[in-house]
């Protein structure tokens, strides 16, 4: 009997101190009732405890805030490797997860905290860390995430207290990731430049509509991403992963909007977005990048549990289908180089086409549109309890819009800093000119440039222009990079340099000034001079009079003619309104 209590109180005692070592090792989330996520100071000390706790985790610094917070990452391998040249030479799957780019979007924060506790304690996905390494931003906007309430989403369904979605600068991050204009993300571009992951998550929330979903996810699956990559999206990621979410009780769609926002019957929209975004900047780096975004009105435990899903059965596919992406990624970067990519003719936009679409089942709940009696405007008004599933159009073909032919190297001129600094910081290889060169470019020239109204993202955008273009020789001084397309990053230098790129630096306003008149003709000089060159120029009276006629604006407006005649004299500057950086043919 005395044997039978010794064995009774050891398995007490074992009992109690694993009991004891759960709570130790449970995170802020889980130690709040699954409701609430911890701060920028709590979350980094949990993670300092698991690179304590194992040599496979360590901690870095890739930045600092405009607040002046680190910028924190984390890897974990197998073998403790934390150079990126031997995470390859390992031979392992580098993915890279992200989380806090909109800081009160926490799940994947709270959902990646989990994951690597449960490896580095109880060795859970050991498994699947022998074919790949992770590198993990816990937040990306720590400022941001440090603007801590209960007041940061008016839509959102938890956590008890959240971050809020900008940055101190008030940038949207997930609109800068091609322009660059945050110190974040100018960190960011140089960390993942540095580690080149074979494949990217971003962890977000997405408003809107309520439906069934508890999860939605944007992939790039057009020619905006090399053709290998979107046939292993097609035919092996989504068909896993797809069939793994559902499975695991979390039914997933593509993220879409609604042809009439906030009416799920109107029909369904995709789209096909630019490099500002982060998925999207990752496709046009040749990797693929998967967009997650869990929906707001859900319970945030079942947010977390989705993402967490998410990224455990991604991790699932690329333990099975590693070397074979690796291969892909290889022969993308290969033949973005290649002249076959060079040769064809490269879309800079495209428009939806709203004449082709194809019928899907949709799991929404039961809605009613209604009048507000408040505003008299449509209120739609849904009822979670009651789930409907509807026979949607689906729209999702796209068409080119904006076309060009890619020259063999662009020129940027030395006093344009700006510009070169982010063909640094993206990564893109350049030529440094040691002397000052004449060169014969073609140059874009500029007419009717409007810009939006307000500003946008810190910055007032150009929303549409016309242009021709010319063969021009120009002097390019020592300092000037010629920038080859024949690189593995060509999508991203046609989209930055490229007028109608989407997100171009153009359209951003980097080039603002060009369209600046800065010398101008005193009216009492230039009337004179115009009178002689109406008498001695052949043909200019004819086409003074053909522009007056044609334009009434400027022909009751004598500053705009006077001017008119000083744009034909030798004295008007050959620089307005002709973009700075030249295409080598």
Avoid at 150 to 159: F, T, W
Avoid at 472 to 489: E, F, H, N, R
Wanted: charged residues 25%; without cysteine; aromatic residues 14%.
């Amino acid at each position: 009997m005395k044997h039978l209590y010794i064995l009774l109180f050891m398995f007490l005692g074992l009992f109690l101190n694993i009991h004891a070592q759960q709570d130790e090792w449970k995170t802020y989330y889980e130690k709040s009732g699954k409701t609430a996520t911890p701060r920028y100071a709590e979350t980094l000390a949990f993670l300092e405890r698991l690179e304590i706790q194992s040599e496979a985790v360590n901690m870095a610094d890739f930045g600092l805030s405009p607040q002046q917070r680190p910028l924190k990452y984390v890897i974990y391998d197998r073998d403790g490797l934390t150079d990126p040249d031997d995470i390859k030479a390992s031979g392992r799957v580098l993915l890279m997860v992200q989380a806090g780019i909109h800081p009160g979007e926490s799940e994947g924060k709270d959902a990646m905290l989990i994951l690597l506790r449960d490896q580095v304690i109880e060795r859970k996905h050991e498994a699947l860390f022998e074919h790949l390494s992770l590198l993990f931003i816990p937040v990306f906007n720590v400022d941001g995430h440090e603007r801590f309430s209960p007041y940061g989403r008016i839509n959102q369904n938890g956590p008890v207290e959240m971050g809020w979605r900008v940055t101190a600068q008030n940038y949207n991050l997930n609109r800068d990731y091609l322009k660059a204009d945050a110190p974040e993300m100018q960190a960011w571009l140089a960390l993942y430049d540095k580690y080149d992951p074979d494949f990217f998550i971003d962890t977000h929330t997405t408003d809107g509509a309520d439906y069934q979903y508890v999860m939605t996810y944007g992939l790039e699956l057009g020619d905006n991403i090399d053709a290998g990559l979107t046939t292993w999206q097609k035919e092996v990621f989504l068909p896993f992963w797809d069939k793994a979410m559902h499975e695991h009780g979390f039914p997933v769609f593509p993220y879409v909007s609604f042809r009439s926002w906030h009416d799920p019957r109107s029909g369904l929209i995709s789209w096909r977005s630019g490099p500002m975004f982060s998925q999207a900047y990752a496709a046009h780096r040749n990797r693929v990048g998967l967009l997650l975004e869990t929906h707001m009105l859900k319970p945030y435990n079942q947010r977390v549990e989705a993402t967490l899903a998410a990224i455990l059965h991604s991790m699932e596919l690329l333990a099975l289908q590693g070397k074979q992406l690796q291969q892909l990624n290889y022969e993308a970067d290969k033949f973005a180089t290649s002249a076959n990519f060079g040769a064809k003719d490269f879309v800079l936009r495209y428009q939806l086409d709203h004449n082709d679409s194809a019928m899907v089942s949709f799991a929404g709940v039961h809605y009613e549109k209604q009048i507000s009696e408040l505003t008299g405007g449509d209120l739609f008004v849904y009822d979670a309890n009651r789930p409907d599933t509807f026979l949607l159009p689906l729209f999702q073909t796209f068409i080119p819009d904006k076309v060009v032919k890619l020259p063999e190297a662009y020129l940027v001129p030395v006093e344009w800093t700006a510009v070169i600094n982010r063909l640094k910081w993206h990564g893109i290889q350049y030529e440094v000119l040691g002397q000052s060169v004449d060169i014969e470019v073609e140059q874009y020239v500029f007419s009717e440039v409007n810009w939006q109204q307000r500003p946008y993202e810190g910055r007032h955008r150009i929303r549409d222009f016309s242009m021709e273009k010319r063969l021009q020789t120009v002097t390019y001084p020592a300092g000037s990079v010629k920038v080859p397309i024949a690189q593995p990053l060509v999508r991203l230098i046609a989209h930055l340099l490229e007028p109608e790129g989407d997100g171009s630096l153009l359209e951003w306003g980097f080039f603002n000034g060009i369209f600046e008149q800065k010398e101008y003709a005193e009216t009492y000089v230039m009337e004179p001079l115009a009178q002689r060159m109406l008498d001695s120029i052949p043909g200019l009276r004819d086409t003074y009079e053909a522009k007056k006629l044609a334009d009434p604006e400027f022909a009751r407006n004598s500053w705009a003619q006077l001017n008119w005649f000083y744009r034909q004299t030798p004295w008007w500057d050959e620089k307005y309104m002709v973009y700075p950086v030249g295409r080598l043919k």
